[in-house]
């Protein structure tokens, strides 16, 4: 059996070739390039698009936001996805459309660990600057030998098709304003032994929205260490160079970042949460501004992008500092581009872009909840269901 690393390859060169190949005014086709963060996602739904919209095709080629930024601004593709706006040279008019939402896992690869890993932000910010190298260091111990809140949440089960079948999946119970319901919060004492295993850690080398939201959270919930506000590129947003550590490895896309970690005892990276799961990698609880230490889940990002602003263009922009209860601190919403209505763009091909962001946004992450999508509610829905008006 082929492993996801070779699949997700395999797929990716496919894509790769289709854009290469297909003629911009393919009928029932759309050409769209981006983040590696939406390709568990969109890998998985495409094809159920295709069956409830008559043979409509999605080609997709996950070489990260910058990339999908560069070819959408060039009009080499019909959409792109990315997990944070422009940071400059945005094209006039762009639509902007928050389809879904997913944590950014700190997965990790060391023996010894059990009963999980608990980590604050500070602690964090210091492992991803180099300024921790080994796993027992003072810092991770003081997180791992205390008291820890963490939340849980509410579920149900619903029936949904998949791939022509109806099955029935476990999605969290979310209020009309997107929060998730919480049946209660577990106080426990850990006291987790941490081996003196070396620290390597595993960052995108790409330019990557997943890199621009991990970096904007330590800047934001750590000041004080990670002075960098966040930049598409891990190594331009560190507070200090990481180039030539011997404990830093870069990978190019999520994909090869949680490879990489898999391949290493004492290994720690970070990416959406997909990736971890399919490489059976550990997460850890990370710290929110409430004080609980929370599990990435989409129920835990559905409530920590209810705290956030929603922007007049589509984008959403978080609160880390506001104590919201359950949230999941590393949660990012992602979007898809387009043009406008008015962009002269085949009137076809609009229209199938925005039935294809219609049903990422409000079926794929209920069809495979397993992924770890967050589906998109309460006013930031109404939001994207109106940017996605503008497209057709």
């Not at 022509?164 to 426990?188: A, F, H, R």
């Not at 080398?205 to 966040?230: H, Q, R, Y």
């Not at 949460?273 to 550990?282: E, M, V």
Request: overall charge positive.
């Amino acid at each position: 059996m082929k492993s996801r690393l070779s699949i997700a390859v395999s797929l990716l060169t496919v894509s790769a070739l289709i854009l290469g190949t297909s003629p911009a005014s393919a009928a029932g086709t759309i050409n769209g390039s981006g983040a590696s963060f939406a390709d568990p996602l969109i890998a998985a739904c495409k094809g159920d698009f295709t069956l409830a919209n008559t043979g409509s095709i999605v080609n997709y080629n996950g070489l990260g936001s910058s990339r999908g930024q560069t070819d959408f601004k060039a009009n080499l593709v019909d959409f792109a996805g990315s997990d944070a706006p422009y940071s400059s040279g945005e094209p006039a008019n762009i639509i902007y459309a928050p389809i879904f939402a997913a944590p950014i896992s700190v997965m990790y690869n060391v023996k010894g660990i059990k009963g999980g890993l608990y980590l604050s932000p500070a602690t964090i910010a210091k492992i991803f600057s180099g300024q921790i190298t080994v796993w027992n260091d003072e810092a991770i111990e003081a997180d791992n030998k205390r008291t820890v809140k963490t939340p849980v949440y509410a579920t149900k089960k619903i029936t949904t098709t998949v791939k022509g079948k109806k099955v029935t999946k476990s999605v969290p119970v979310l209020d009309s304003k997107g929060k998730p319901k919480i049946l209660t919060t577990v106080t426990k004492v850990i006291d987790n032994d941490l081996p003196q295993t070396p620290i390597t850690v595993w960052y995108r080398t790409d330019g990557s929205g997943t890199s621009e939201n991990f970096g904007i959270f330590l800047n934001k919930s750590a000041p004080s260490i990670w002075t960098n506000v966040g930049n598409k590129t891990f190594t331009s947003g560190t507070p200090r160079s990481v180039a030539g550590q011997f404990n830093f490895q870069g990978a190019s896309g999520s994909s090869l970042v949680a490879a990489g970690v898999a391949s290493r005892d004492g290994s720690i990276g970070y990416g959406e949460l997909s990736w971890a799961l399919d490489n059976k990698l550990s997460t850890a609880f990370v710290q929110n501004a409430n004080g609980e230490f929370v599990a990435p889940a989409a129920a835990g990002t559905s409530a920590f992008l209810g705290g956030g602003t929603i922007n007049a263009n589509g984008t959403l922009t978080p609160d880390f500092v506001k104590k919201i209860p359950g949230a999941y601190p590393i949660g990012t919403a992602s979007y898809g581009l387009a043009y406008p209505a008015a962009s002269n763009k085949d009137a076809a091909k609009q229209a199938n872009v925005a039935a294809w962001f219609t049903y990422i946004l409000e079926q794929c992450p209920a069809k495979y909840p397993e992924k770890g999508f967050s589906q998109i509610t309460g006013p930031l829905l109404a939001k994207a269901k109106a940017q996605i008006a503008l497209i057709k």
